[in-house]
């Protein structure tokens, strides 16, 4: 891949040493008492391990053009407990194609100490520090502190030459005491920084000779817990955003930050990017003989996606580039994601549909802010497919999302679609259809004996994403995923047998036929069960008080549960739980619940619909009563009693 004449105009090379240590930051290893000592956060008492410091310093000069750039990062820490072990394992990942960048001067080593302070110290050797290739872009160094057990401190410390500004993260997994970046860089090179996250961050500026020095420091962070129905750690983790908006050659100043438009020109120009979509692919005979007795657009489109989902395979590796080109992967019959759905682009172009490249973030990459423009901030690129007024989004390396539906992964973000400047096949779309959802619907058929077990039949039956959210589990053995969905959830019902439908069909809902058992409870003369079975919601999620996180469906959602219970002879519903509709008060969330009996049966309806995929952290505490409330629906008891008859002959 070669880099673009906007990034080309600067050489990137090392040129600096380790920079002065802070006051408030000891040298590499100078252990005060205090650490030694420290048993537990005092912000964050549950924590398995803490970090002491950790800091980072960008230093860059600018000579006639070129820059010279070093990132340099320290970090210490605590192991409080051995849930805090695996803290030990250290990645450190940096740009290797074409030699951009460069892992220098890695010191690593473990400290211990006996009763009376006195230290005992592992260093990491050279012959157990790895490097792993991440795909033809993207390399990582790996190495594990030797001798770690509780009360433990680690330190290490690099440098990565030829660095690019990159983000720096302020807070981790587990709280961080004090965490400082710095950017020290030419007055002829202008920088901006944005902040994201909900703590404080201070921020100091001054000028040392030539170069402009803003030191950014945030203090006892607690450790990031994940949330569950979460985007993405990064969007809501502390983080510092830097990137270079102009430099100044001779007295005259050069915008460097490109536009939309010129990131578009130069990747349709890109020898990894555009230039494979112009590729002579030589389709197979049975696609050719395929295609040729397709007249719609639509199933044209169908039959070269399911022929790329069914003849590619995915190397696990997610980018935008065919670094190998897209010939390469198709003779191979293997890929990275930019290879094999350039592959998909082109056979669809060549086609004579409409599609075009749409760079996105998935939802694990995070969100992309489209004031900045940037194309390594996208991690994955698809096809983008107009047929009349629809919008299709195909992804050739997803095995289980139908050509109908928008990759998971992606619904409700942002994309780029890369199209010709003039006129309008280019531009951001929100990457949204509020009609594909996930619909989960239960039905049963129930009958209660007289030794108070119920025996019943069960369908579920998972359509759109509710299928695609099931279908790697199916895939890793019918065991594994009755356990999963069936027994995991529901632990009191024994299932005798399951049967699926529609396993190979992805255009159809995923039909699952289960008989099942279980035993219902009991006090005197009454008996108590609820009918809350198979449909995804047995357990509430949202229990905490706070959170400081979206809630991130992805989806609008449909739940439904129908069933029949019959009694047996000489029982009777003694309270049937009441009909009843709520409504969140934003009208986002409904659920509805109607109950009827005749003689020994009744039957049941319960409708729940989500009507927007995403909840902000200020419609939390909302979001958590109803969902409390939910809950208490949907797990609501039915009682039944015998007979005062049946009761005085037993």
């Not at 965490?179 to 703590?199: A, H, K, N």
């Not at 529609?502 to 995923?510: A, Q, R």
Request: include cysteine.
């Amino acid at each position: 891949m070669k880099l673009f004449a906007l990034v080309s105009a600067f050489a990137l090379c090392a040129s600096v040493g380790y920079a002065q240590k802070s006051k408030d930051i000891p040298a590499f290893g100078k252990i005060d008492k205090s650490e030694i000592e420290l048993k537990e956060c005092d912000f964050d008492k549950n924590a398995e391990a803490v970090i002491l410091f950790k800091t980072g310093k960008f230093v860059t000069t600018f000579t006639g053009g070129n820059i010279f750039s070093e990132y340099e990062v320290h970090v210490r820490m605590k192991i409080l407990s051995e849930k805090g072990f695996s803290h030990a394992d250290v990645t450190i990942p940096y740009t290797s194609y074409k030699n951009q960048e460069a892992v220098r001067g890695l010191t690593a080593q473990t400290y211990n100490f006996d009763a009376s302070g006195t230290p005992t110290i592992t260093k990491v050797e050279k012959n157990v520090v790895y490097d792993k290739k991440i795909d033809a872009r993207i390399s990582r160094q790996v190495f594990t502190f030797p001798d770690v057990k509780v009360g433990s401190i680690l330190e290490y410390k690099y440098a990565i030459r030829g660095a690019w500004l990159q983000d720096w993260y302020f807070q981790e997994p587990i709280p961080v005491v004090l965490s400082r970046y710095s950017l020290e860089f030419p007055v002829d090179l202008e920088i901006y920084s944005e902040q994201f996250g909900q703590y404080n961050v201070e921020t100091k500026t001054s000028l040392k000779g030539n170069s402009n020095i803003h030191v950014h420091t945030a203090r006892q962070l607690p450790g990031f817990r994940d949330e569950p129905y979460i985007t993405v750690d990064d969007d809501y983790l502390q983080r510092l955003h830097s990137t270079i908006t102009a430099f100044t050659v001779n007295g005259i100043r050069k915008n460097y930050l490109p536009n939309w438009p010129q990131v578009i020109n130069a990747l349709m120009e890109d020898e990894d990017f555009g230039i494979q979509l112009n590729k002579n692919i030589p389709r197979t005979a049975d696609l050719d003989a395929t295609l040729k007795t397709l007249k719609s657009p639509y199933e044209k489109m169908l039959a070269i996606h399911s022929y790329v989902r069914k003849n590619m395979e995915w190397n696990g590796y997610a980018s935008i580039w065919a670094i190998d080109g897209v010939k390469s992967a198709w003779k191979d019959k293997k890929g990275t994601s930019g290879e094999i759905n350039l592959i998909l682009i082109n056979l669809l172009q060549d086609a004579g549909l409409n599609a075009h490249p749409v760079l996105v973030s998935t939802r694990a990459n995070g969100r992309v802010s489209t004031n900045m423009p940037d194309w390594r901030k996208f991690n994955k690129v698809l096809a983008h497919v107009k047929i009349g007024e629809h919008v299709y989004v195909l992804d050739g390396t997803e095995k289980f999302t139908s050509t109908k539906l928008i990759p998971i992964d992606v619904m409700f973000s942002e994309g780029l679609v890369i199209g010709k400047l003039k006129g309008d096949t280019w531009g951001w779309e929100v990457i949204w259809d509020p009609a594909q959802t996930f619909n989960h619907m239960t039905t049963f058929k129930a009958v209660l004996n007289e030794n108070g077990v119920i025996n019943g039949d069960a369908t579920i039956t998972s359509t759109d994403y509710s299928r695609v959210e099931r279908m790697p589990v199916l895939k890793q053995g019918k065991d594994k995923f009755v356990s999963h969905y069936f027994q995991a959830n529901n632990p009191h019902i024994n299932i005798e047998n399951v049967e699926i439908e529609n396993e190979d069909n992805d255009s159809l809902p995923l039909v699952q036929k289960v008989k099942f058992s279980h035993p219902v409870s009991e006090s005197g003369n009454y008996r108590y069960f609820s009918v809350n079975i198979f449909s995804g919601l047995e357990k509430n999620p949202f229990m905490k008080e706070e959170r400081f996180s979206d809630v991130f469906f992805g989806a609008n959602q449909r739940y439904n549960i129908l069933g029949e219970i019959e009694l047996p002879k000489g029982y009777a519903f003694d309270e049937l739980p009441k009909n009843i509709k709520m409504i969140m008060p934003d009208t986002s969330i409904t659920i509805s619940r109607m109950t009827s009996t005749k003689g020994n049966k009744a039957w049941l309806r319960i409708s729940l619909d989500f009507k927007k995929p995403i909840y902000a952290p200020d419609e939390y505490p909302y979001f958590m009563e109803f969902y409390k409330k939910l809950f208490a629906i949907l797990n609501e008891q039915y009682v039944i009693r015998k007979d005062d008859a049946v009761a005085a002959t037993n």
